[in-house]
């Protein structure tokens, strides 16, 4: 079955630092890989995905994450974070072909990110 | 702008209680999605419906049905709510066939059963 692993639950970076939020799925296919942010209070926004193509993907808000197929992991990185980064990053894997309205996505339990100024 | 709306951003029920939660989105998307956010879990999917009257079971659909009588509505009934289901509820929506599969989200309804 489909899974993913985030395996840091809370990260603290001070502003300016560089971020890097680990993820792990389990997949016996080639995964469709996202990674969602939710700020305090708000629903679940994409920050970017991966299908195929370049395993370097970038995304919203300064965001990239990059595909190592070898390691089944889907890093989230940026190289300098801000305060309003502060949230919580979910990272999730399409399970099914993802072409039919049936295809589900797996979230993982997601890594709070706190900032400090 | 794209938008997913719920009925309610707090509620507080009691135990027994008949629950509804409202979900519409204003996008003409055929997909529509309830989850359950819980702190350690991420998001786990209740039921999801690919088109209006049609829905399919998620992985925890149980305590749950749901209701999709027009495309931009997408209702979670609770029948006897239990404190169990105390969580925050996610509503999305997805377009058919989209090349980017993107959900959109609301905001969340945070439900507490007392």
């Known amino acids: 079955a489909q899974s993913v692993t985030q395996p840091d639950i809370h990260i603290t970076v001070s502003e300016g630092a560089s971020l890097e939020l680990r993820c792990n799925y389990s997949?016996?296919?080639?995964?469709?890989l996202f990674w969602y942010v939710q700020s305090p209070g708000q629903g679940l926004q994409l920050l970017l995905k991966?299908?195929?193509?370049?395993?370097l993907v970038q995304g919203i808000k300064g965001f990239e994450a990059e595909f190592k197929r070898s390691q089944s992991s889907f890093n989230l990185r940026k190289p300098s974070v801000h305060w309003s980064d502060a949230a919580e990053y979910f990272c999730?894997?399409?399970?099914?072909?993802?072409?039919?309205?049936?295809?589900?996505?797996?979230f993982g339990p997601g890594t709070s990110l706190s900032v400090i100024p | 702008d794209v938008k997913v709306t719920q009925s309610s951003r707090y509620l507080v029920k009691r135990t027994g209680e008949k629950v509804f939660l409202e979900c519409v989105q204003d996008?003409?998307?055929?997909?529509m999605f309830w989850y359950r956010q819980d702190p350690g879990l991420g998001l786990r999917l209740i039921y999801f419906?690919?088109?209006?009257?049609?829905?399919e079971k998620g992985d925890i659909p149980e305590g749950y049905s749901v209701s999709r009588e027009k495309k931009e509505r997408f209702s979670l009934i609770l029948e006897s709510a239990s404190t169990n289901q105390t969580s925050m509820y996610l509503c999305?929506?997805?377009?058919?066939?989209?090349?980017?599969?993107?959900?959109?989200f609301g905001p969340g309804t945070r439900l507490t059963v007392t």
């Open positions: 999305a929506s997805r377009r058919e066939w989209a090349l980017n599969y993107e959900q959109y």
């Open positions: 997949y016996g296919a080639t995964p469709y």
């Open positions: 991966y299908f195929s193509g370049d395993t």
């Open positions: 999730a894997v399409g399970a099914g072909a993802m072409k039919t309205s049936y295809d589900k996505v797996i």
């Open positions: 996008m003409d998307h055929e997909n």
């Open positions: 419906s690919y088109d209006v009257k049609m829905k």
